[in-house]
């Protein structure tokens, strides 16, 4: 698992790389540390103008179990419906 330590450094990554293959493995590794601290920061992207890395933010968002990613993740998918990975639905309503 990934320590807290690296989440600092995969925000920025996200935020700052242009490579959307950088951006990606950051925002998986986002989602494999379960750092709430990552939830802001993907929630930001949501509208990201890259589609590979919307679709990726909608399924480590389902992943994280974040009560407060539920609206913003709702939001994004009425507006670009993305077909959210295996366990992603059940993951992100088992919390409620």
């Given amino acids: ?7 600092d450094a995969l925000i920025a990554s996200l935020k700052e790389n ?6 990606r493995m950051a925002v998986t590794a986002l989602g494999k540390t379960k ?3 990552a939830v802001e920061a993907l929630i930001a992207v949501l509208d990201d103008t ?3 890395i ?3 933010v909608v399924n480590t968002l389902g992943s994280i179990r974040e009560p407060r ?3 913003p993740w709702i ?3 009425k507006k670009e419906p993305v077909i959210p ?4 639905l059940s993951s992100l309503w088992s919390r409620y």
């Fill in 75 to 77: 939001k994004a998918l």
């Fill in 35 to 37: 750092d709430l601290r």
């Fill in 54 to 56: 919307r679709e990726s």
């Fill in 18 to 23: 242009q490579d959307t293959e950088v951006r």
């Fill in 85 to 88: 990975g295996p366990g992603c």
């Fill in 50 to 52: 890259n589609p590979t």
């Fill in 69 to 71: 990613a539920v609206e």
């Fill in 1 to 7: 698992m990934i320590g807290a330590p690296a989440v």
